[in-house]
């Protein structure tokens, strides 16, 4: 039994004696953490630096990079190579695969990770977030080849997001359930504060940047106008609607109280498959709401099936709830 408000790593030894999760897992869980807490420390201080503003340089996707989205990636890069059984990193900010052995054994880590996720809320402080994925090499390999991190989401070992918001929270799964931790000012420990996370199966709140209504396949756009009807429509029932523009306050969000969050691949995005990435966006949240008891799904197929054939591919995410969930596959089935 975990202790009420135990620490990350009281919490980490428990799953360990119950679970018999890896201890090298555990030193690299902390190393995620100890990231965390590091980001969180520089956004808080970031107008105080005058590090708001974008750089000059772009990223792989040709968006301009926050000088925080610099940071935060350094901090991932730095605090992740500490565990020796990390094979290589995957980051949104980094073109390349970041190999850190040169002869991967089996079960070696692969870290995939999004350091600093929504971060167009950077200058307009509200909540951002960083989102990590763990999975394993299932075989030792002679030289790197980028193709070995191209796994599909079902196979991952951990996985989790801190949004930085009023307060700063880490939420993981380690493939038993979900737990919330908020960072402790002073102490500077995360404590269990969210144990066991469930998401409800009904809700009546959706989330999707409904700017983009003309874009929409039909399905999504069936979807948006029964809920928008009201109890009158053919969903008799009322909705609430959310757009954060930082995904990781949406499943936050989520995760708290219920909800369904959209990022459908439509007119505007569909050269490139969506606009949200699959295995350091899409795949670690898809884990934490399956287990939270939610549901996360293409509109096709379930997120943790897709097999990525890139690193930095874009995929169509519906995630949350499960009735709206299942809705929205069967309105993709029946188009
Ligand atoms: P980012 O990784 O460049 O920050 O983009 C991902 C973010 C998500 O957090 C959020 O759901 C979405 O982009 C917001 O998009 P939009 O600008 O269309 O509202
Ligand atoms: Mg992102």
Redesign the pocket.
Known sequence: MTPNQATFREFLLSERANEGLDKDLIFLLEDIATSCRIISHQIRGGAFAGRLGATQSTNVQG?TQKQLDVIANDVFVRHCSNCKRVAALVS?EVDEVYWLKDKPEAGDYLVYF?PL????NLDVNLSVGSIFSISQLPTAIDATDDRSVLRAGAEQISAGYSVYGPSTALVVTTGNGVNGFTHQQGTGEFRLTFPDMTIPEATGEFAI?AS?YTLWEPPIRRYFDECIQGKKGPRGKTFNMR?T????A?VHRILTRGGVFM?PKDAGNADMGG??RLMY?ANPMALVVEQAGGAASTGQERILDVQPTSHHQRVSVILGSKEEVEVLDQYHAQA
């Open positions: 968006e949104e999004d996720d929504g971060s167009s940047n983009r757009w523009a930082s995904m990781v949406e990022y606009k949200l966006e």
